[in-house]
């Protein structure tokens, strides 16, 4: 087993049994090998164009066609529909057009992708993150968005609901934020971006990226790191680890098709 030696965010937020199958039973090679969804892949395409765009200056086609390579070489899980992919892909170039045009005055010229690090009290490892936008006195984490599938329709096409836009930041999106604010002391700000929509928030039009509230968020954040110390130190062997925690299988995100097998052999179900 490889010795954990930092959290992340995303480490933080997921459900216990999930954290401990992915960063104690697996290896970092396991992990690489998980398969996610188009949701992702979407995400991940518009997110380092508009990334490419505000910071290294790429223009809008180039930053598309390398948003397009990004998403048709993603290995998505087998029972990812077709039909998924094609949509998605289609509401790429929007979706990126929208953020550069939310996010170009504030952030064109930002550095990307920054490095942080912070310590919080009572917690032994240090939590890391990459911010994805950082300039000089602000910063700003970026979500996308997309539709989800709808039923068919009577002439036989597919119904897409719109991708909805949230009129407040997300609470897990929110914790993010909280620790790149502890890391570096700049204004916070979170931007929610897809194909037909966009918003920004900041600290001047929501509430929740205030300072004392993203304290809130802070303290769950910390809370959460140390109640994975806590389980760690009970035994850092998988496998009595699994006798203490429920798995929830039927959750409908972070249990790949693929992995979940074998993290039901782990568990003995």
């Not at 765009?53 to 066609?65: I, K, N, P, S």
């Not at 929208?98 to 490095?115: I, S, T």
């Not at 997300?170 to 194909?195: D, M, N, R």
Request: aromatic share 10%; charged share 30%.
């Amino acid at each position: 087993m490889e010795k954990l030696d930092h959290y992340s965010p995303s480490q933080l937020l997921r459900p216990m049994a999930v954290w401990m199958f992915q960063y104690i039973y697996m290896s970092k090679d396991q992990r690489r090998q998980i398969k996610v969804g188009y949701n992702a892949a979407f995400g991940t395409a518009v997110h380092g164009a508009i990334q490419a765009m505000l910071t290294l200056g790429l223009d809008f086609d180039a930053a598309v066609e390398q948003a397009y390579l990004s998403f048709d070489f993603h290995d998505a899980p087998a029972t990812e529909p077709e039909e998924k992919r094609e949509k998605y892909r289609e509401l790429i170039p929007d979706a990126v057009e929208n953020g550069v045009d939310l996010l170009a005055e504030r952030y064109g010229g930002a550095e990307e992708e920054r490095r942080v690090e912070v310590s919080l009290e009572g917690v032994d490892l240090p939590v890391m993150g990459f911010i994805d936008l950082c300039a000089s006195d602000a910063f700003c984490e970026v979500k996308t968005k997309a539709p989800r599938m709808g039923a068919v329709k009577k002439d036989g096409t597919r119904g897409w609901t719109k991708a909805a836009i949230p009129v407040k930041p997300q609470f897990e999106h929110l914790c993010q934020v909280s620790i790149y604010q502890k890391a570096t002391g700049l204004e916070p700000s979170l931007a929610y971006v897809s194909a037909t929509g966009s918003v920004l928030f900041t600290p001047d039009n929501c509430e929740e990226l205030q300072p004392e509230y993203l304290a809130f968020c802070l303290e769950e954040m910390r809370g959460r790191a140390i109640r994975r110390q806590n389980l760690l130190k009970v035994s850092d062997d998988p496998k009595v680890l699994a006798g203490l925690l429920d798995p929830d299988f039927q959750h409908p995100f972070y249990w790949d098709e693929e992995h979940k097998e074998e993290a039901k052999e782990l568990w003995k179900i």
